[in-house]
């Protein structure tokens, strides 16, 4: 603290006492005032300057651009001779020092101007009652001897850029004697390339006559490509770089607003009638990736059409724009729509169908023999009819490891020989039994089957049991016959009459076909005594 405050009451004086300043560029311009330094500027009357010789008082203007010529060419400080300049507080003698400034990184050169007061004139013009006519001031005079001073260096610095330029024009002299040979050697080769311009018209006109022809040629190609784009009716748009139109088939005119004079223009630039606004992008991207685009875009009357973006090659190989084309694609979407409502209708069918439905592929080995089956497509009653899940894709020997090897060979005989089969077989690892008609499906390379099969565990159980009823109940008639034959054949009791003899049988009968009626009850099970 005891140092600081006199650094400040120093800074303070310096501020103070120092005198007023402009610092100026390398055009004379004035860049900075200081607080005090407008006292010296007085600008004339016209076109507002920014220059500090123009706008500094009338009396220091010459002093001032000599000193910032030297200050900013020859990068020399220079201090003027002090000149009587009229002030608001009467004729002041005002010296100035003009010092070039050390240039910044990136600044241009500077030079900084001080005006340094003198202290009052001697005496004012006209009040110096000693002056004589045709006496001059002893100020005047040393401006004068500045004034001449500046005019001798300045001669100084002419003769020596006179002298420079009279060296340069010598030097010029002698490259123009120089160029004047040259231009005589070049008149000489002149004339022998006048003899070969005259062998090269001739090769020219050779070349010209070659060049007719081809041009006959890529007329014709021309018009054979004018007429094929036009037999095919595919609308085609050749847009450069830019996305400006080249040339366009006449397909493409139904499709965008443009005509033949629209050529060179942007495509943004016109209205389609499309159902899609991607194409600027898709041809920006296909210049950018080089990959083609191909997309279906609708028109707005309903028509479709498959729009595709393809780089445009140069015969040299490069990218020169896109190529866009529009084929009609109405008939085929038609085509695309019955299969796909034909394939819904089939699928339907398919699921709807009670029997299960499957199409399997049949593996052989090296050998030739049917070993396994793989499920292709199968119906939604297969699980029903089979208790499998999940089987598509998945193989027989997978889901049923034990299935019976005849499934095996009736499969693989089918598939070979190309003949349908139907059929009845048990199942037993599925506890099963299936009647089935197996066809073949495909190629023949390809080994697959079409299988439709139903459960017919229950018929067959019933059929089953039905013979086994029919054997049971001749078993049971004979049995009963052999009943009556006994009964028939029994001696009757004596003292017995007829009619009690064909009571007693036909009771005995009675009683049989109640035992009968009894197994009947119980589905020839049992009866309860």
């Not at 600008?43 to 900013?72: I, M, N």
Request: hydrophobic letters at 35%.
């Amino acid at each position: 603290d005891r140092h600081r405050a006199p650094m400040e009451q120093h800074t303070e004086a310096l501020e103070q006492a120092a005198p007023p300043s402009v610092l100026v560029d390398a055009r004379h311009q004035i860049l900075h005032l200081s607080p005090r330094a407008g006292r010296f500027i007085q600008h004339s009357a016209g076109t507002f300057s920014g220059k500090l010789p123009e706008v500094v008082r009338p009396e220091l203007r010459l002093d001032l651009k000599v000193a910032l010529d030297r200050a900013l060419e020859n990068r020399v400080a220079t201090m003027s001779h002090p000149t009587s300049v009229p002030l608001d507080e009467g004729q002041r003698r005002i010296a100035m020092q003009v010092a070039p400034v050390p240039s910044r990184e990136g600044a241009g050169a500077q030079a900084l101007v001080l005006f340094l007061d003198a202290g009052p004139a001697l005496s004012e013009p006209g009040e110096d009652e000693d002056t004589q006519p045709g006496e001059i001031r002893n100020d005047e005079m040393r401006r004068l001897h500045a004034e001449l001073k500046s005019a001798q260096e300045a001669l100084v610095a002419s003769r020596g850029e006179h002298e420079t330029a009279i060296q340069d024009l010598r030097a010029a002299n002698e490259e123009l004697q120089s160029i004047n040979e040259e231009y005589r050697s070049t008149s000489e080769e002149l004339e022998t390339s006048k003899e070969e311009l005259q062998s090269m018209n001739e090769e020219l006109q050779a070349v010209n006559g070659e060049l007719k022809g081809k041009l006959e040629s890529i007329s014709t190609a021309h018009s054979d490509l004018q007429n094929m784009t036009a037999a095919t009716e595919i609308g085609t748009l050749f847009l450069d770089p830019k996305l400006r139109i080249r040339m366009f088939t006449l397909p493409i005119a139904d499709l965008f607003n443009i005509t033949e004079i629209d050529a060179g223009r942007s495509i943004t630039d016109f209205t389609h009638r499309l159902r899609y606004d991607g194409i600027e992008g898709d041809a920006r991207r296909v210049l950018r990736d080089l990959s083609p685009v191909e997309t279906e875009v609708q028109g707005r009357d309903g028509r479709w059409f498959m729009m595709r973006i393809r780089p445009y090659r140069t015969v040299e190989d490069k990218i020169d724009g896109v190529v866009v084309t529009f084929v009609d694609i109405c008939a085929r979407r038609k085509m695309e729509q019955e299969l796909l409502e034909s394939q819904q209708r089939y699928q339907t069918l398919f699921n709807s169908i009670d029997e299960g439905f499957g199409v399997f592929e049949v593996m052989f080995s090296p050998e030739g023999k049917a070993v396994d089956h793989r499920f292709i497509e199968v119906n939604a009653a297969f699980e029903r009819q089979t208790g499998l899940g999940n089987s598509v894709g998945r193989t027989a020997r997978e889901l049923v490891p034990d299935l019976e090897t005849h499934w095996f060979e009736i499969f693989g005989r089918i598939a070979q020989d190309r003949t349908a089969e139907r059929f009845e077989a048990p199942a037993a690892s599925l506890g099963r039994y299936y009647e089935t008609y197996a066809f073949p499906v495909g190629p023949a390379d390809e080994h697959r089957i079409g299988v439709l099969f139903r459960d017919v565990s229950d018929r067959k159980q019933a059929e089953e049991q039905r013979r086994t009823l029919t054997q049971e109940l001749s078993h049971r008639v004979k049995n009963t016959l052999a009943v009556v034959q006994s009964l028939a054949r029994q001696p009757g009791v004596p003292d017995m009459t007829v009619e009690q003899y064909r009571d007693r049988f036909i009771g005995r009968i009675q009683a049989l076909a109640r035992a009968h009626d009894q197994l009947l009850e119980t589905d020839w099970q049992s009866a309860d005594l």
